[in-house]
């Protein structure tokens, strides 16, 4: 069993801020794959990054491309979402994910989620 808790959400403006965190426990092995999805009200869960874990490789969807990057260190089992020029549209939930196997961007993929927690943008 994995567990994932992330924290980091918040209120920002339109052009600022904020960086996420997920830490994983519970697992003596590292996931395969780790995703930041998020879910927006009244919207479904669309996954806005992921990181194949065995090289650190991430793929980021094309809202979020140039304004969103992805860290970890893996000292600490944390993956990092840092979000720059946020906008009022980037205003939802966000979710980690794990996977122990594949890679995709489908929430199927995916065996463990965090809580989420909230990200508000404010025009």
């Known amino acids: 069993q994995v567990q994932l808790v992330e924290s980091g959400g918040g209120s920002v403006q339109a052009g600022g801020s904020l960086r996420l965190s997920c830490t994983a426990s519970g697992s003596t092995s590292r996931p395969n794959c780790m995703a930041w999805f998020r879910q927006a009200q009244g919207k479904g869960r669309e996954d806005i990054t992921r990181t194949y874990t065995p090289t650190g490789t991430t793929l980021y969807v094309d809202s979020v491309k140039g304004r969103f990057s992805v860290s970890q260190d893996n000292a600490k089992n944390t993956v990092y979402l840092q979000m720059n020029s946020l906008q009022p549209e980037d205003t939802a939930m966000y979710y980690c994910?794990?996977?122990?196997?594949?890679?995709?961007?489908?929430?199927?993929?995916?065996?463990?989620w965090g809580q989420g927690t909230q990200v508000t943008v404010s025009s």
């Open positions: 994910a794990a996977a122990t196997s594949g890679c995709s961007w489908y929430a199927s993929n995916y065996n463990y």
